[in-house]
């Protein structure tokens, strides 16, 4: 029996072979009939590479004939009116007794419908950019007459995902932050947790400094240390001043070096009304923020670290095996549906504060509340604000991270198809009041050949309402597929028939 199968193998091996050369010829065709695009397809400056070869071949036009060459500007704009990007295509217009270079004429038409497809990509690009930017976005539907009565200094409502601004009231205004200033401390934290610098069990002491610290505080003794996980918990749930400076210094050795990495962090999410002096928030002069800056913060932290909410939903806990109850400052966390947060904040001259997140049906909102006479006004405020989004908003998911959209034939693989799936979620925030058409254009890659990489892209889908390009997903391989050569073949006949022998 071992010796039939190991004879089979050979004969199919030596017709393989013969096979094998034949696939080679069809690889050298393939190549030349696609090199002439591979320019197109992988220089990074193709945009200007295409516009310097259509004037190049315009040029030689010019030298046969005395056509008129006209020129037409396509001006292309991302979703937020951000970025304009004009690209020039010259459009030939030619008679038919010019004795004219067809091939010319020919590779014109095919540069200029390249530089279309690139202008939508550069559009798609442009929007995605906005997506994984830091900066909020304010767009036609964002309200500024304060119809909402706010009595505050200052607020602000944003999407957290999008980052889109739903409410405006005097959200630029320069305010004091209180104890909100340690959203940053805390985004600080949870960024040396997830890079690896510290972990939740790591013992943090307290300094003389950090026990000396007036305000809200759980009594920290030089003689005692607490674990990371203990000193979130004190920071988040009753905003302990003195476990935000022992941390702060464990961290970066000085409260004032970690004062300067919360200014480069502020300074590098954009939050440009921003600067702190302290990372606890007792009153300070210089020490100030902005609704804005405070919504950029609380979004980063909320989307980027989103573990924190296993410690700003947290009511009511205790620390030092139960001898010190702990009680949220954040009332909204005990009564109000869906709150996942965030941080307030209180002295004499601040007055009351509150950066405030809630979900519900997978919108996501961010309401942030500063300056308000009392404490009972601010958590009104902020639930005013959060009202107004879930009644007004709703969350429109088009794509799912990992649901598969289409299949993409594959060539010379050891498959012959593959799942073309989503690579991101992508999703858009909708006035309920709106009866929006969504457009899904499907373009899947005719031309897919073996091998194929987790993540290789297999196509797109555009999202479009009524011709506007809203965003853009790319669909991606969610398995491997090795090409169909002599090797993998070989590999296959002799894995298959150890298998058998084993069996």
Known sequence: MRKKLFVISIIVILLFSCLSMSFASDDIQAWAEVSSDAIIEEDPNVSQNMIDASASINSKLNETTNNEIKSNTINTSNRTNTTDTTNTINTVETSEDLNVSQNMVDAAKVINEKLK???????????????????????SATVKEN?????CGGAILIEQNSGEVLYDYNMHEKLRPASVTKVMTILLIMEALDSGRIKLTDKIPCSQNASNMGGSQIWLDTTEELTVDEMLKAICVVSANDCTVAMAEYLEGSEEAFVTKMNEKAKALG????????CHGIDADGHE???????????????KHPSITNYTTIYMDSLRDGKSGLVNTNKLVRNYDGCTGLKTGS??????????????????????????????VRFEEARKLLDYGFANYQYKSLAVKGEVAG????NKGLKNSTEAVFSDNFGLILKKSDSQDIEQNLQLNENISAPINIGTKLGEVQFKSNGELLGVVN????????KYGFGTMCKKIFTSWYTLLRN
């Open 407 to 410: 299949n993409v034939n594959v």
């Open 475 to 482: 669909l991606v391989a969610n398995e491997e597929i090795e």
């Open 289 to 303: 923020t902005s609704p804005y800056d405070i919504a950029l913060m609380s979004r980063e932290l909320l989307t």
């Open 271 to 278: 939050m440009n009304d921003t600067n702190f002096v302290n």
């Open 117 to 139: 497809e690139n202008n939508v990509k550069e559009t798609s690009a442009l929007y995605q950019n906005r997506l994984e930017n830091t900066e909020l976005v304010e767009t």
């Open 347 to 376: 002295t004499s001259i601040a007055l009351f504060n509150l950066s405030a997140s809630a979900t519900r049906n997978d919108l996501s909102l961010i309401a942030v509340i500063m300056r308000a006479e009392t404490s009972q």
């Open 147 to 151: 119809p909402l009565k706010l009595t």
